[in-house]
Every structure is written in structure tokens, then in C-alpha cells.
């Protein structure tokens, strides 16, 4: 079994290469594990507004999906073998997995949006990374942050008091924000 090609990209040393692969496959082990959340909070998000969120959530699985295909594809090109299993998942996780079960909008909608404060962080930390590697790879994490911000807001926005705060506002974890944000 080969793992990896004696091949890469175009103008890139294999050593940039290597280190460009590591952090994509950290971003796609994030994506994998962010659609199958969204996944969840979908099933499980009951309440007011119940419907509203369940239909926000489904494009949002879609668009995650995509990036982690773009991601996968972005590895194979490098000559590598992208990981898309659950074992590649928690060997990557350096996050909670996420531990909300059937719920209102509100503490899914707090929950989340912890998740997104970490993929967002994760991912600007990428794009730091690759500012001297892969100013293309740079480019295709840069474009998805932008999106994942996108959706952080659309979610925030059921968050937000009129004077602008968060309601999940000072909390750490994903279960404290939906313990705050539960009755939202």
C-alpha cells in the first residue's frame, strides 16, 4: 500500500509540501468532524423556532461537506493520501467532541457557535501557517473561513440581545453555552 507519491505540486520543495499536508489534513479532520455536529444539532434541535434552524443548518452540512472535499482533493494533488476516516478524526481532535443531545434551539444555537470560535481560530492559525508555504492552499482556507464566519454571524444573530451582547457571552465550553443559551 502506498500512502504517499513521489510527487507534489508544481513549485512547491516536497519539504513545504509535507508541512502543507499536515495542516490540511488537521483542517479536514475539523470539517469531517463539523459537518457530522451540524448533522447532529439538526436531528436534535427542538423548541420555538424549531424550524427555522433545522432548515439553516442543512446548507450549512452541504458547505462543510464541500470544504472537506476541496481539502481531501487539495491533499491527493499534493501526492498524498487524504484521511477521512473516524479514525482520522480523533487522532487529529485537539477539541471536546460535541456532547448536546436532543435540545431547544438555544443551547444548540450556544453550543455551536463555541464550535465555530474553535474551527474559525483553527483556521486562521492555518492561514498564519501558510503565509510562507502555499499562498494558493492559503487562499482556499482564507475563502472557507470566510463562510464559516458568514454562518457564526447567522447563528449569533438568534444570540444577540438588542444591545449587541451574546447571550453565551463568558462561557468556555460548548455545555456551559447551551446551559446559558437555553431559553433563548
Not at 490540511?24 to 463539523?34: E, G, K, M
Not at 435540545?103 to 457557535?113: K, P, S, Y
Not at 451582547?165 to 462561557?171: F, I, N, P, Q
Amino acid at each position: 500500500m502506498v500512502e504517499k507519491s513521489t510527487f507534489t505540486l508544481p513549485g512547491l520543495t516536497k519539504k513545504k509540501s509535507d508541512e502543507i499536508i499536515k495542516i490540511l489534513q488537521v483542517r479536514l479532520s475539523s470539517y469531517n468532524d463539523l459537518h457530522l455536529t451540524l448533522k447532529h444539532a439538526h436531528w436534535n434541535v427542538v423548541g420555538a423556532h424549531f424550524i427555522g434552524v433545522h432548515e439553516m443548518i442543512d446548507p450549512q452540512v452541504e458547505l462543510v461537506r464541500g470544504y472537506a472535499d476541496e481539502v481531501a482533493e487539495r491533499i491527493a494533488a499534493m501526492g498524498a493520501s487524504p484521511g477521512g476516516r473516524v479514525s482520522d478524526i480523533e487522532r487529529d481532535r485537539t477539541w471536546d467532541d460535541y456532547a448536546i443531545e436532543r435540545d431547544t434551539v438555544g443551547a444548540h444555537l450556544g453550543a455551536l457557535d463555541k464550535v465555530y470560535d474553535g474551527v474559525i481560530t483553527s483556521n486562521r492559525k492555518a492561514i498564519e501557517e501558510l503565509d510562507d508555504l502555499d499562498l494558493v492552499t492559503q487562499d482556499l482556507i482564507i475563502g472557507q473561513t470566510g463562510e464559516l464566519e458568514k454562518f457564526q454571524w447567522f447563528m449569533r444573530a438568534h444570540l444577540e440581545s438588542f444591545a449587541g451582547e451574546l447571550k453565551d457571552a463568558g462561557t468556555a465550553t460548548e455545555k456551559d453555552a447551551a446551559a446559558k443559551t437555553r431559553k433563548v
